[in-house]
C-alpha cells in the first residue's frame, strides 16, 4: 500500500509570492486529516478541504511581506501518518499601485457613461489584470472592455455598451487587483468595487447648421433622432464659427460627446492665439478640449440664426438654466453638421468615436 505523498502548489519554501496566488496543498496516496496555513500572528486563514480530503485550497487573499507557515499531517493507504509542513514568504512590493472606478458608488449617470477602472501605472501583463476585472449590469447589457490612455496619461480599462445604455440599469463593477503584478516590483494596493445606476434616457442632438440643440428622451439608438420617443426642449443656439472663418480651431466637434461635468459658474480662459477670459454660467463640460454648453448673454441676438462662438454651444442665460438642470453626467451630446470630428485628440472620454468592430479589438482577452 502507498505511503501519503504531499505536493504543494506553489511549492513550499517559495519567497516573493504573490499575495493573491491561491495555494494549494494536494495528497496522493491519502488523505489529509489536519491542516492550517497561519499567519505571523497565528491567523488561520480560511481554507476548504474537497470532498474527498485530498486537498486543501486557500480561501483568501494572503498580506504583503509575511511569512505564512503550513502544519498538518495525512494518512497514508498504507495506515501511516505524514507530516505536512512548510512556509510560504509573500512579496513585498516596491510600489502599491492604486485603481480608481468611475462612475462611483450610489452615482446616478447618463446613458452614455462608459465604466473606467484607472490604474496608476500601464501593467505588463494586459490579461492577467482584465481578467480580474468584472462588470454585472441587470439588466443584462452587451458590451466590452477595452484598453484606454486617457489623457491623463494613465491607462485605464473602459467598459461601454455596444449601444446607449437602457434607462434604470444597475451596475456593479469588481476591479480585484489586490496582489496582482503589473510590473517589477509594482503589484496592486487594494481591491475597488463601485454600485451605481443609470438614471433617464435623455439625448442632446445639436446640428450646427440648425442654430439649436434639441433634447430628446426615450431614444433607443445611436444617430438616430427618430428613436426618441419625445422631445422634452429645444433652444435656440450658437456653434463655433470655425467653418464660417476656416478655422479648425475654432470648429465645435462633430461626433458623440459625453457631460463630463457641470459648473453653475466657470472661468473661461482662452489657450493661445486665443487671449479671451471669461466668466461664464450654467457650463455643461462636453469634452476636455474646451467644448462646453453654457449661457452667453452676449451672442443672445444670433443665437438660432448664426454661429459666432469659439467652439463652445451658446444659449441664451434661460436655456442655458434649464438646460443646466436637466442634464446628468453621462448624457450623450450628438454633434452633428460641421467639417472636424471629435477625436481622441479632444479630451478624456473619447470612447463613443470608436467604431464597435475596432472597440472588440482593444481587449486583451
Known amino acids: 500500500m502507498p505511503a501519503a505523498k504531499i505536493n504543494a502548489s506553489p511549492a513550499f519554501g517559495t519567497e516573493d509570492l504573490s499575495p493573491a496566488q491561491p495555494v494549494v496543498v494536494k495528497v496522493a496516496g491519502g488523505r489529509i486529516t489536519q491542516f492550517a496555513l497561519t499567519n505571523p500572528e497565528g491567523k488561520v486563514v480560511k481554507g476548504a478541504l474537497s470532498a474527498d480530503n485530498t486537498s486543501w485550497t486557500s480561501g483568501e487573499v494572503l498580506g504583503y511581506g509575511k511569512t505564512y507557515t503550513a ?41 452614455a457613461a462608459p465604466v473606467i477602472v484607472r490604474f496608476g501605472t500601464e501593467p505588463a501583463d494586459r490579461a492577467s489584470i482584465e481578467k480580474n476585472v468584472k462588470i454585472t449590469t441587470t439588466p443584462a ?11 491623463d496619461g494613465l491607462w485605464a480599462l473602459d467598459w461601454r455598451p455596444k449601444g446607449y445604455w437602457p434607462a434604470n440599469t444597475k451596475v456593479h463593477v469588481e476591479a480585484n487587483v489586490y496582489g496582482l503584478k503589473f510590473g ?16 433617464r ?24 433622432e427618430s428613436s426618441c420617443a419625445k422631445t422634452v426642449a429645444t433652444y435656440k443656439a450658437s456653434y463655433g464659427r470655425g467653418d464660417e472663418v476656416n478655422d479648425p480651431n475654432l470648429v465645435t466637434r462633430s461626433g458623440v460627446h459625453v457631460v463630463i461635468e457641470k459648473l453653475p459658474v466657470h472661468l473661461m480662459i482662452g489657450s493661445p492665439p486665443f487671449t479671451y477670459r471669461s466668466t461664464e454660467y450654467w457650463d455643461v463640460r462636453i469634452s476636455d478640449n474646451g467644448e462646453f454648453i453654457h449661457e452667453n448673454p452676449y451672442t443672445v441676438d444670433v443665437q438660432g440664426v448664426d454661429n459666432v462662438s469659439h467652439g463652445c454651444i451658446n444659449l441664451s442665460p434661460e436655456s442655458a438654466k ?5 442634464a446628468l453626467v453621462g448624457d450623450p451630446v450628438e454633434v452633428t453638421g460641421t467639417s472636424v470630428q471629435l477625436s481622441d485628440a479632444d479630451g478624456d472620454l473619447y470612447d463613443w468615436t470608436i467604431p464597435w468592430s475596432k472597440w472588440l479589438t482593444l481587449s486583451a482577452l
Open 141 to 151: 447589457v452587451v458590451g466590452a472592455w477595452a484598453w484606454i490612455q486617457h489623457d
Open 201 to 224: 434616457n435623455q439625448v442632446v442632438y445639436a446640428n450646427a447648421k440648425s442654430y439649436q440643440i434639441v433634447v430628446k428622451q426615450g431614444c433607443t439608438a445611436i444617430n438616430d
Open 184 to 199: 517589477e516590483g509594482e503589484y496592486g494596493a487594494d481591491s475597488v468595487t463601485s454600485d451605481f445606476s443609470i438614471g
Open 322 to 326: 434649464a438646460y443646466f438642470d436637466s
Open 71 to 111: 502544519t498538518g499531517s495525512a494518512l497514508g493507504a498504507n495506515g501511516k501518518a505524514v507530516a505536512i509542513k512548510g512556509t510560504y514568504t509573500t512579496v513585498t512590493p516596491d510600489t502599491r499601485v492604486r485603481v480608481n472606478v468611475s462612475p462611483g458608488d450610489g452615482d446616478v449617470v447618463g446613458v
